[in-house]
């Protein structure tokens, strides 16, 4: 349905946050790699843990948590996965928000992280005491949020989302009658207003990732290949979205690239995808979509920084000590639990 009602932006100062450089990690040698990889398998085995990574972490992780057992997998699935595994560590290869939602899922497992400081700039542009004051002022809002928040975020909020089901959400929230509150992506927010027709107001934050992505780029791109179909994640501009084929969450676009019958696709979203994309699809070529900064002030446009923050040699470092242990005191636990549960049972209603 097209959107209909408005849609008003939070005016809020939002704060300062520093956007590190991609780490660039040593560059093992075959051998290497090889037993650095046959030392985390038997640490894991030993310490009955599993290793749940995200699509955008380096293959070599995303490889090795299939390999032993664990999943790749976007973050609804990863909460999904680690809380019904039976191992009692969870080693959580991604941003801090999968850590903490893995940690809120399973309170009684230990959750580690390869690095604690790999953050996100959707979390960081919502500090929960800003945003539970514009909530205060809006009382007669549901508050969705996205996944991509803190603990205490969540802890806020009626119902949290991921881009996978962001709109059958907002579509029942609609339906229902309720007008929402959205946080923290501002594109992602707009796009569901846009195809329910939800009366929405929203945080105005964003992925400094997929804000990279330019539309006029694209469109000569895309000149160059008109046969490829072109893959957006809703995280990137109106724009630039208004150009897609197929718009969807990391999920959405790996099944794309496997079920559509184009040869070439070019994508839309962070590039550490391209390597489960290239797996599930090895005929096919990928194309990576032109980005703000390409050649000028980034090195790599398209590769989340903080996601880069998880490698093999940290990994094993932590399984090694022990240490980037993720702790949400029971008390918050408990309540962010209750939104994310609610994401989790509506998922599985929409199962067949
Ligand atoms: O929810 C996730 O895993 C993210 C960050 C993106 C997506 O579309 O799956």
């Not at 030993?46 to 490889?63: C, E, I, M, P, S």
């Not at 330019?214 to 630039?240: F, N, T, W, Y």
Request: charged share 25%; glycine share 6%.
């Amino acid at each position: 349905m097209p959107h209909t009602t408005s849609m008003k932006e939070a005016s809020v100062l939002l704060p300062e946050f520093r956007v590190p450089e991609l780490p660039q990690w040593p560059v093992l040698s075959k051998q290497e790699e090889k037993a650095l990889k046959d030392e985390i398998r038997e640490m894991l085995k030993r310490k009955n843990a599993v290793l749940v990574a995200h699509y955008y972490t380096d293959g070599a992780l995303q490889d090795l948590a299939e390999e032993t057992g664990g999943c790749v997998a976007d973050s609804l699935e990863m909460a999904r996965f680690g809380s019904e595994h039976p191992a009692t560590t969870l080693v959580v290869a991604g941003v801090r928000f999968m850590g903490e939602t893995a940690k809120i899922l399973s309170n009684e497992k230990r959750v580690l992280m390869p690095d604690l400081n790999a953050t996100c700039s959707l979390d960081e542009s919502c500090p929960a005491e800003l945003f539970s004051a514009y909530c205060d002022e809006h009382p007669d809002y549901t508050v969705v949020v996205y996944a991509n928040t803190s603990a205490a975020v969540k802890a806020r909020s009626d119902w949290v989302v991921t881009s996978g089901i962001a709109l059958p959400i907002v579509r029942h929230l609609a339906d229902a009658g309720e007008k929402v509150l959205w946080a923290p992506d501002r594109h992602l927010g707009q796009y569901v207003q846009r195809l329910t027709g939800a009366e929405m107001i929203y945080w105005p934050g964003a992925c400094v990732i997929h804000e990279r992505f330019r539309a006029e780029a694209l469109a000569q791109l895309h000149s160059r290949h008109p046969e490829a179909a072109i893959l957006v994640h809703p995280e990137s501009p109106a724009d630039v979205v208004a150009m897609a084929d197929v718009v969807g969450s990391t999920t959405a676009l790996i099944n794309a690239v496997v079920t559509m019958p184009n040869s070439e696709f070019i994508v839309a979203t962070d590039a550490g995808i391209l390597h489960k994309m290239r797996k599930l699809a090895p005929g096919k070529t990928l194309l990576e979509a032109p980005t703000a900064g390409e050649g000028a002030t980034c090195r790599s446009c398209a590769r989340c920084p903080w996601m880069g923050m998880n490698s093999l040699v940290n990994l094993a470092e932590v399984l090694r000590s022990g240490k980037n242990e993720v702790f949400v005191s029971a008390e918050l636990a408990r309540k962010a639990a209750i939104p994310i549960r609610r994401m989790l049972d509506f998922a599985r209603s929409l199962r067949p």
